[in-house]
């Protein structure tokens, strides 16, 4: 099949890597950056990779990686694949849930993958919105009313990408009961888990007919190790799983297994310098969105890496953020999330120049206000 432009990563991949890439970076949905050299400075454990073997890794992970990650969701080591990011996790999902006719219920907006990987396997979408008057944050209902009998499963994301929302663990745990009862799993998409900016959240990991994904990218901001991983209860599903992962990658790098070991078991510094660094890019942001009223409006993220603030008279924002982008500050266009009056914004990079950035924002917001659609 012919699979539709990824406008996110087109994005990206136009300003972010290129030779005079914008100086303040608000448009990753990846925590601070980490180095190698950080990494092993890191007080639990040694990192030692000079050691290394490179051979093939188990399909379903190196065993110290499966219990490190566990430990971050607090469930039993078996239940745990390791993938090749959270996209071949997702991949695998579909995959194994594909069949004649076969449907996913789907969050929108989400993350523009999940559509495009589902259909890429044959599988019919069934969106449930995700609305500004709700606060981003569906009902059960809502996503129950979204299933039908051809639905082979249903996927939540919390927090949320690129809203910020968060489902509430009672929640989730109401809906993955209502479900079982029609014959649908629930995958709940954790990869920001646990950063919350209100009440702890816990994993929805061991929860009876919950599948879930998570990876080492966004909460724990090691994106290029391109590490996920699967937790499913389901001993025979978790068995079709790692063959469906031995026929897509084989296995993993042994080098990017002892690394993200390393990280998980030191998960608590990384994941405390997210919160701190997230913390204070939402202050700042509280204070443009409070001068920016009447231009921009928003729903203040509960969770996770990202805001979605909307231009209130239903322009496109991607003039804004190319103006913005030739300014030196690169956020994210709505167009990418199918909402071309939104823009998604990132809390999670680390900058000792976001005050910088949030004065360019000023100024072009400014700009916005009193003139014609940039």
Known sequence: MDLPPFLLDQWLAKYEFRAAAPRYNLASSTGPAWTLSMLQALPNGTLDLANVPLGYAPPDGDRALREAIARHHEVDPDWVVVTTGASEALSILFCLAARD???????????PAFAALAQSWGLGVNAYRLRRERGFSPTVRDILDATGPRSALALINT??????AVFP?????ELAGALRERRIPLVVDEVYHPLTFGDPQGSAAGTDNVIVIGDMSKALSLAGLRIGWIIDANAERRARIVDARSYFTV??????EAIATHA????????A?????????????????AEAAGVLAWVR???GTTAYPWFVDGRDGRPFCEHLAEAGVLIVPGDCFGAPEHVRISLGALSSGIEIAARILRRALLEARVSEPI
């Open 169 to 173: 663990l009672a929640s989730v745990r």
């Open 159 to 164: 927090p949320h990408n690129p809203t910020g």
């Open 301 to 303: 993220p509960q969770g």
């Open 273 to 289: 310098r997210l919160a701190s660094v997230a913390s204070a890019n939402l202050s700042v942001l509280d204070g443009l969105m």
């Open 101 to 111: 006719g076969a449907e996913v219920v789907l969050p929108s907006p989400g993350y």
């Open 251 to 256: 296995s993993g790098s042994p080098i990017g």
């Open 264 to 271: 998980l078991n030191n998960a608590e510094a990384i994941l």
